[in-house]
C-alpha cells in the first residue's frame, strides 16, 4: 500500500505489478515509468517487469502476483478510497480467476474501504465479477481515452456493480459520441509528463455536457502536460470533485 497524489483516490494497494501495452492510452503510462523506477531502487518485486526501448520503459508483458499484500487492507483500521493496481490491470489475461477471487476475498472482509477498480479490459471483467460476490464497497471502471475504444463502455454496463466509473484519461481525442448511461462517475484528465500529448478543452467540454444531460458525477482530475502542477486543475474557474453515490 501507498499514500498517493491521485486526487480521486486515498490509497493504491497493488496485489498485481506489470502489464501489457494495449492501445494508444497505454503508450506513455506512468506505470512503466514508476515500475523501471522501483527495479532500479532494488524493489524485487518490479524486477524484470519492464524493458528499455527507444530510451524509455515498456512492460515486457511479464507479471507478479503478489500474495502477501493480500493482508495489507485489513491493517488499516482508518476506511479509505482505495485504487486497487495502479500498477497492473486486475482484468488482464495473465492473472488468473483464482487469484482476481482472492481479492474480492480481500474487499469483501474489509468493507470500511472502499476500492475502486479500473481496467482497460472491461471484457474480461464482464466474464469474470458475475460469477463473484457483489460487493458494495467495490466500483468497477474503465479507461476510455478516445472514441476508438469507446465499446468499453458497453462491456462495463453490463458489469453488476455498486458505482460504474469510466476514466476519460489520458484524454487525447474526442469522445462526443459517448454514451453514460448506467455509468455513474467520469474522471476527465490530461496526460503528464515528459511525452505528455495535447487535450483540446472541446474534448473536456463535450464530456461535461454529457455528464450534465445524464445525471454522472464530474471529476476534473488535471489538464496536464509536461509540468501538471503548472496547468493545474481548474476548469470553468473552480475545481470538480463530485463522487458518485453507491447504488446497489
Known sequence: MAETSIEWTDATWNPVAGCTI?????????????????EAMGVDKYAGLTRKSGGRAKWTGKLFLDRKSLAIPATWSKPRRVFVNSM???????????????????????????????????????EIVPSLRKLPNVWLGTSVE???????????????????????????GSVAAADL???????????????????????????????????VAFFFKQW?????????????????????????
Request: net charge neutral; proline share 6%; hydrophobic share 40%.
Open 224 to 248: 496536464g502536460g509536461r509540468n501538471k502542477k503548472a496547468t493545474g486543475r481548474s476548469y470553468r474557474e473552480r475545481t470538480w470533485d463530485d463522487l458518485p453515490e453507491a447504488r446497489m
Open 146 to 172: 478516445d472514441d476508438r475504444v469507446l465499446f468499453r463502455l458497453d462491456e462495463l454496463r453490463q458489469v453488476p456493480a455498486a458505482v460504474r466509473f469510466v476514466s476519460f484519461e489520458p484524454l487525447i
Open 88 to 126: 497492473s490491470d486486475l482484468f488482464h489475461a495473465d492473472v488468473p480467476a483464482d487469484f482476481i477471487a482472492e481479492v474480492w476475498q480481500v474487499m469483501g472482509d474489509t468493507p470500511r474501504h472502499t476500492y475502486q477498480i479500473l481496467t482497460k479490459r472491461p471484457d474480461r471483467m464482464m
Open 22 to 38: 494495449l492501445t494508444a492510452g497505454c503508450t506513455n503510462c506512468y506505470a512503466m515509468r514508476m515500475a523501471a523506477r522501483l
Open 181 to 215: 448511461a448506467s455509468i455513474h462517475w467520469a474522471i476527465v484528465g490530461g496526460e503528464s509528463g515528459p511525452k505528455a500529448r495535447y487535450m483540446d478543452p472541446l474534448w473536456v467540454d463535450e464530456i461535461f455536457d454529457i455528464c450534465r444531460r445524464q445525471s
